[in-house]
Nanobody, 126 residues
Framework: QVQLVDSGGGLVQAGGSLRLSCAAS????????MGWFRQAPGKEREFVAA????????RLADSVKGRFTISRDNAKNTVYLQMNSLKPEDTAVYYC???????????????????WGQGTQVTVSS
């Protein structure tokens, strides 16, 4: 079992930055691929970023490439999402998720993730 706790959301002006954190419990965290997803009101949950267990491979949604970065610190059981140049359309609840399948390419599909954080609200004002 893995428990995930998201944090770091808040209100920021367009062009600003935030760093989200996802703290995981469980000794097997370092074996899991991790992902970030987001869901805006009235919209489906969408993929944002993912990283393999080693951090050697990452994937980003086209809408955030060049602005967001995903990273992890396995010693701290934490994954991060650095968000720069934020836009109003980035406003959403952001969720981290863990995929227990060993993979060399992290999945973009929400159904592949087994554990989810509670979500953290990110609001970007124009």
């Amino acid at each position: 079992q893995v428990q995930l706790v998201d944090s770091g959301g808040g209100l920021v002006q367009a062009g600003g930055s935030l760093r989200l954190s996802c703290a995981a419990s469980g000794r097997t965290f370092s074996l899991y691929a991790m992902g970030w997803f987001r869901q805006a009101p009235g919209k489906e949950r969408e993929f944002v970023a993912a990283i393999t267990w080693s951090g050697g491979s990452t994937r980003l949604a086209d809408s955030v490439k060049g602005r967001f970065t995903i990273s992890r610190d396995n010693a701290k059981n934490t994954v991060y999402l650095q968000m720069n140049s934020l836009k109003p359309e980035d406003t959403a609840v952001y969720y981290c998720a863990a995929d227990s399948a060993l993979t060399v390419v992290p999945s973009k599909g929400a159904r592949d993730y087994d554990y989810w954080g509670q979500g953290t609200q990110v609001t970007v004002s124009s």
